[in-house]
């Protein structure tokens, strides 16, 4: 098992440019995260997505969008990137249930200048 | 609001030192508790977790003991060793009707040789 991938592992964009972050999981997983990590301010979820079809805001939403594309894949999408959204991004997955732990994905590096 | 705190780092140790990592949590109810650690450049990956109040959660020579009357959940370790450095995350459970998880803010840990 691959567990779960993230593509791209860096990204640099510009200020107003778009661009989509991959994910995907093969642990027949229902659960899946997207989370931002910055310096000193832990992770923080941007969305949820409890299964195929449905998406539930996180604690910052705001810029972001995302899909639910099948039960394996949950893509992160920036519209008009901003400087303040520098930071490592985070996908991870969990099976449905109270004593599941999330697995989560190496990461990606975004740059936006 | 419910929120997990864990000690400030950079924690700083020579190899063979005793470690403890504080981490209490406020929530109502007794949701599952987990630790995660991040080595550099990767993504977060469970070290041990305890679903119950009194539950000792233990791993690669890690513990934690969830404690309900002092709403704890401390990390452990009676030696550890240079490959221990790492960033250590405390969690818990969001609620009882979801998958969501609230991390702490993080604790950097450095062993020296």
């Known amino acids: 098992n691959a567990g779960v991938t993230q593509t791209p592992k860096f990204q640099v964009l510009k200020t107003g440019q778009s661009m989509t972050l991959q994910c995907a999981q093969d642990?027949?997983?229902?659960?899946m995260y997207w989370y931002r990590q910055d310096p000193g301010m832990g992770l923080r979820l941007i969305y949820y997505?409890?299964?195929?079809?449905?998406?539930d805001k996180g604690e910052v939403p705001n810029g972001y969008n995302v899909s639910r594309l099948n039960k394996r894949e949950f893509s992160l999408r920036l519209e008009s990137a901003a400087p303040s959204q520098t930071s490592v991004y985070f996908c991870?997955?969990?099976?449905?249930?109270?004593?599941?732990?999330?697995?989560f994905g190496p990461g990606t590096r975004l740059t936006v200048t | 609001g419910d929120s997990v705190t864990q000690m400030e780092g950079p924690v700083t140790l020579s190899e063979e030192a005793f470690l403890t990592i504080n981490c209490t949590y406020t929530?109502?109810?007794?949701?599952?508790l987990f630790w995660y650690v991040q080595y550099p450049g990767e993504g977060l990956q469970l070290l041990l977790k305890a679903t119950k109040a009194d539950d000792k959660g233990s791993n690669k020579g890690f513990e934690a003991t969830y404690r309900k009357e002092t709403t704890s959940f401390h990390l452990e370790k009676g030696s550890v060793q240079v490959s221990d450095s790492a960033v250590y995350f405390c969690?818990?459970?969001?609620?009882?009707?979801?998958?969501?998880?609230?991390f702490g803010k993080g604790t950097r840990l450095h062993i020296l040789p």
């Open positions: 929530a109502t109810g007794y949701p599952s």
């Open positions: 991870a997955s969990s099976r449905r249930g109270r004593n599941y732990e999330q697995y």
């Open positions: 642990m027949n997983h229902n659960s």
């Open positions: 997505s409890a299964s195929e079809g449905t998406t």
């Open positions: 969690a818990r459970r969001a609620n009882d009707h979801d998958d969501k998880i609230i």
